[in-house]
Antibody, heavy 121, light 106 residues
Framework: QVQLVQSGGEVKKPGASVKVSCKTS????????INWVRQAPGQGLEWVGW????????NYAQKFQGRVTMTTDTSTTTAYMELRSLRSDDTAVYYC??????????????WGQGTLVTVSS | DIQMTQSPPSLSASVGDRVTITCRAS??????ASWYQQKPGKAPKLLIY???TLQSGVPSRFSGSGSGTDFTLTISSLQPEDFATYYC????????FGGGTRLEIK
């Protein structure tokens, strides 16, 4: 079965960077893209961006442009999201999730367990 | 960005009730609306995509409809496990989510 296992929680200081990993298994890695979605404590869902494992194309939400980089490692079937210049309002649970299609942004049908990133001085 | 306005923000209902949640897009999103269910401390679960396609394994009491800018999620007969928060999402352009609807037991 499809599984996405994310790295553990992180505590970072303002201005630092964080890199969250998402280890996948149970499917052909290039068959799906990966969405990253975050959820601040007690708040709703916010789409961060997407990467196509098939061709490496990325699409980032405008508010994260210049601060986020999404990558994949096909040798380990792992996706990564790096967020730089962290601020306190980046404190959130970050989810990775597979998309329904490999080369366009689509809804997410399989989700990781989430990684809590806390930004605090 | 396309704004997705969900209503109501919260809803109280009883087991067996028929419930409808609506989502309005700030501009047309064609058929590219999807719906998720989220329970506390858990990742969202995809219920419906492209307006009305039921994700594999989702009970048939869930259904979706709409087009253009107005979309609905209907639960035909609420079950105890359906009490959760529901989100709509558009993927017509850069994806955005609605603000959520918290469905509580009356």
């Amino acid at each position: 079965q499809v599984q996405l296992v994310q790295s553990g929680g992180e505590v970072k200081k303002p201005g630092a960077s964080v890199k969250v990993s998402c280890k996948t298994s149970g499917y052909i890695f290039s068959n799906y893209g990966i969405n990253w979605v975050r959820q601040a404590p007690g708040q709703g869902l916010e789409w961060v961006g997407w990467i196509s494992v098939f061709n490496g194309f990325t699409n980032y939400a405008q508010k994260f442009q210049g601060r986020v980089t999404m990558t994949t490692d096909t040798s380990t079937t792992t996706a990564y999201m790096e967020l730089r210049s962290l601020r306190s309002d980046d404190t959130a649970v970050y989810y990775c999730a597979t998309t329904l299609l490999p080369t366009v942004v689509t809804p997410s049908n399989n989700w990781g367990q989430g990684t809590l990133v806390t930004v605090s001085s | 960005d396309i704004q997705m306005t969900q209503s109501p923000p919260s809803l109280s209902a009883s087991v067996g009730d028929r419930v409808t949640i609506t989502c309005r897009a700030s501009q047309t999103i064609s058929k590219y609306a999807s719906w998720y269910q989220q329970k506390p401390g858990k990742a969202p679960k995809l219920l419906i995509y492209t307006t009305s396609t039921l994700q594999s394994g989702v009970p048939s009491r869930f259904s979706g409809s709409g087009s253009g800018t107005d979309f609905t999620l209907t639960i035909s007969s609420l079950q105890p496990e359906d009490f959760a928060t529901y989100y709509c999402q558009q993927t017509y352009t850069t994806p955005t989510f609605g603000g959520g609807t918290r469905l509580e037991i009356k």
